[in-house]
């Protein structure tokens, strides 16, 4: 089934603890992006990736750390986690070659207390 | 910079009744592609639909239509004969094309409840 996968589902933890958020994909695809969602915002881009060891920030990059040494996989690292950056966050992914939809990760809900 | 505004919040209506959520945007670039998605109480992000800029035709899918006006940056979407399982959060977003500005930047409106009443 083609999908993208994201772990943990939920995080609670505490400022300054570093943790990185696992996405990947299994559709082959070359475009990856982060987004987080928060109420009356909408979803905002983090951190984007057009292939492997790619990757351009986004609209809300500050506090935020990608990788891309696969192409499966497109982790989202938090160095100094801080409460600001709670939220519910999304890894997505798309094929090259144009535009098209992003199929999105189910979510991860992350509380930094 | 591109921007995507949803200027309604939330939209309550009762079942049957026909709901048009609005999307307008803004873009330097000349060529872009523009989305709605669905978010379901679930919590998962639904793909309803791709628009070229390129193609001003209106497009219908069941109940589901939308109007894309390029001289109003205007990608409106309607639900006609609302129903319960309609209820969620709608999201238009913009990408520019390949050679854009921001190409690969994916711009979200902030969202618009609905809520459908049986």
């Known amino acids: 089934e083609a999908q993208v996968t994201q772990n943990p589902r939920y995080l609670i933890t505490v400022t300054g603890k570093k943790l990185t958020v696992t996405c990947s994909q299994n559709?082959?695809?070359?475009?990856m992006s982060w987004y987080r969602q928060d109420p009356g915002l909408g979803l905002r881009q983090i951190y984007y990736?057009?292939?492997?060891?790619?990757?351009d920030k986004g609209d809300v990059p500050e506090g935020y750390k990608v990788s891309r040494k696969e192409k499966r996989n497109f982790p989202l690292i938090l160095e100094s986690p801080s409460p600001n950056q709670t939220s519910l966050y999304f890894c997505?992914?798309?094929?090259?070659?144009?535009?098209?939809?992003?199929?999105f990760g189910p979510g991860t809900r992350l509380t930094v207390t | 910079a591109q921007k995507v505004t949803q200027a309604q919040t939330e939209i309550s209506v009762v079942e049957k009744e026909d709901v048009t959520l609005d999307c307008v945007y803004e873009?330097?670039?000349?060529?872009?592609?523009l989305f709605w998605y669905k978010q379901p109480p679930s919590g998962e992000l639904v793909f309803l639909i791709r628009?070229?800029?390129?193609?001003?035709q209106n497009e219908i899918s069941g109940r589901y239509s939308w109007n894309f006006q390029k001289s109003t940056s205007s990608f409106n979407f309607t639900i006609t004969a609302s129903q319960v399982v309609d209820s969620a959060v709608y999201f238009c977003a913009l990408t520019p094309n390949a050679g854009g500005t921001s190409y690969g930047k994916l711009t979200f409106g902030q969202g618009t409840i609905l809520t459908v009443h049986p």
């Open positions: 997505a992914s798309r094929a090259s070659g144009g535009p098209y939809e992003q199929y």
């Open positions: 873009t330097r670039d000349t060529t872009y592609y």
């Open positions: 628009r070229n800029s390129f193609d001003e």
């Open positions: 990736s057009m292939n492997v060891e790619v990757t």
């Open positions: 559709m082959n695809h070359e475009y």
